[in-house]
């Protein structure tokens, strides 16, 4: 069966996740990303029917990216005008469609040299210190904050994190679901790894599931999602008495890029804690130590996204 002959959307779904996958190697979250968006703009096109890429326009592609400014954050808008770019490179690349409608897409200005928004060596020493072990969901809630804090892991990362994706003997930690698509090998800090112990030991109910960290009111065993780690991390800074200046997971990767960036690590160094695909993303952690960078004295290498 030809891309021509499954001209549903879910079936121009599957053959874009397929392409992703196999011509970009993208990871399943990025690709699920690139899917929602490329679903919300040809459902309203298509509906139940027939795709016919040959009939959307220019018009269709700026109208559905101008509309999403109305509804997101400029990051997220550049999300949007990204997955589009690659949903008509695909249709190009499978014989949909013939022209460059990806040149159409228009551009989102997103300014990426505002300083990282960060807790500081002492909020961030306050916050760890502030955290709460005194009940079960406290000893989960201070495990996840150390997988951020000390790993650099997202939020998605942390949920997603198995129990076979510890290595207690080699003190090592396997993250899976890197936004590279490749995965890693991290080490276990030691803190961590009594977080983590505690919380297996003393705190974890007993379920099937295996994922490391686990419901534990509503759907008491199952799997945590990344929004459980971000309220986790907002419950600590209320507890902590901090006034971040974000919430969520993110502050505190941001944190322990600067903190790393200030320890003297280099951008690859810190991009590859992160996660990060391109030096391009890690090299804004990089306008927070100006005392160090008027002491470069080469010009930052040039990276290609």
Not at 27 to 53: I, K, Q, S, T
Not at 128 to 157: K, N, Y
Not at 299 to 305: A, D, I, L, R
Request: net charge positive.
């Amino acid at each position: 069966m030809t891309i021509r002959d499954r001209s549903t959307v879910e079936a121009v779904l599957a053959a874009f996740d397929e392409y992703l996958d196999r011509t970009r190697g993208l990871c399943p979250e990025v690709r699920r990303n690139y899917a929602r968006f490329v679903r919300a703009f040809m459902e309203p096109l298509f509906g139940d029917g027939e795709v016919d890429l040959g009939g959307v326009g220019t018009r269709d592609v700026v109208d559905f990216v101008v509309a999403s400014t109305r509804r997101y954050r400029p990051a997220t808008v550049q999300l949007v005008a990204t997955s589009l770019r690659s949903f008509f490179r695909f249709a190009r690349a499978s014989g949909l469609r013939a022209d460059r409608l990806e040149d159409a897409v228009p551009t989102v200005p997103h300014r990426r040299g505002n300083l990282p928004r960060h807790l500081d060596a002492t909020q961030f020493a306050a916050l760890l210190a502030s955290l709460d072990a005194s009940c079960p969901r406290g000893l989960r809630d201070r495990a996840i904050i150390l997988c951020v804090a000390r790993l650099g892991l997202r939020a998605s990362e942390v949920a997603r994190l198995r129990l076979e994706d510890i290595d207690w003997r080699n003190a090592t930690v396997h993250v899976t679901t890197r936004k590279t698509g490749r995965g890693a090998l991290l080490p276990l800090p030691a803190d961590l790894g009594r977080a983590v112990a505690g919380y297996l030991r003393h705190g974890r109910p007993a379920t099937p599931t295996r994922q490391v960290f686990v419901v534990h009111r509503r759907h008491v065993g199952a799997p945590i999602n990344r929004q459980i780690v971000g309220d986790a991390v907002d419950r600590a800074l209320r507890h902590a008495g901090i006034d971040a200046p974000m919430r969520g997971a993110n502050l505190l990767r941001h944190s322990l890029a600067t903190l790393l960036l200030g320890h003297g690590a280099s951008m690859k160094e810190i991009a590859d804690v992160l996660g990060h695909r391109s030096l391009g993303t890690t090299s804004i952690y990089a306008s927070v130590d100006v005392a160090a960078l008027r002491e470069v004295a080469l010009p930052w290498p040039q990276v290609t996204p």
